[in-house]
């Protein structure tokens, strides 16, 4: 399987974890999810019972998206994560973020789409996943990545170190505007409510920003 996800973050605490899984489940429900085994599964997520512990739970079933005016997104699962130490040593006190990836097969996309080239009505179905997750997870937006991607914008912006340009796809809010401002050749930016979005242009049959209009 060639795998893709779509993926944004927060900062959390012991006490507003609850609040931001919440938050991503009205997300989900705001994107016509209507699966109720896995809404529930995001509300039971707890927090580690110690900090020696590892935190990662995976809903390993299909989960469907259908935002409006789309012909929706089939996800072969969901991905909850928390991240409390930094891959970079450094000397400010990093806060612990939890990570929600929704996974995509890209061999099972509908047809025009391949390993690396997302179809045009695939482009608009992503693209309306991440304005909704962009303004209810205003940190970091949301983005899509393939599998040797994963995780490597948010850590660069989070820990302020190296190039924030490995996504295929994304929305960031404009206080992260000094991350992007020489945007590098193969790449293409709009301005969207939620910030500004880029794409890398060889992913996609078409920008996917042409496909549709701004969620409102």
Do not use: H
């Not at 993926?7 to 931001?20: G, K, N, R, S």
């Not at 489940?25 to 590892?54: H, K």
């Not at 490995?166 to 206080?175: D, E, K, M, N, S």
């Amino acid at each position: 399987m060639a795998q893709a996800q779509i993926q944004t973050y927060a900062t959390c605490t012991q006490v507003t974890f609850p609040d931001i899984l919440y938050r991503y489940r009205e997300a989900l429900i705001q994107l016509g999810c209507t699966n109720q085994q896995v809404l529930e599964w995001i509300t039971e997520i707890t927090w580690p019972t110690s900090d020696d512990d590892s935190f990662g739970d995976i809903y390993a079933a299909p989960v469907r998206l259908t935002p409006p005016d789309t012909a929706g997104l089939e996800c072969v699962g969901i991905e909850i994560s928390l991240y409390g130490e930094a891959a970079v040593p450094s000397l400010k006190d990093l806060p612990t973020w939890v990570g929600f990836n929704l996974l995509i097969d890209t061999e099972q996309l509908p047809p025009g789409s391949t390993e690396v080239l997302f179809s045009a009505q695939v482009g608009r179905t992503i693209w309306q996943i991440l304005q909704v997750l962009a303004r209810n997870f205003t940190e970091i937006g949301a983005y899509l990545t393939d599998e040797w991607q994963d995780n490597q914008t948010w850590r660069i912006i989070a820990e302020s170190a190296g190039d924030p340009w490995v996504f295929c796809l994304g929305v960031f809010p404009r206080q992260l505007a000094s991350y992007f401002i020489e945007v590098p050749a193969g790449f293409k930016g709009t301005v969207v409510d939620a910030g500004f979005g880029f794409a890398e242009v060889n992913r996609w049959q078409k920008l996917p920003w042409e496909t549709t209009q701004r969620v409102k």
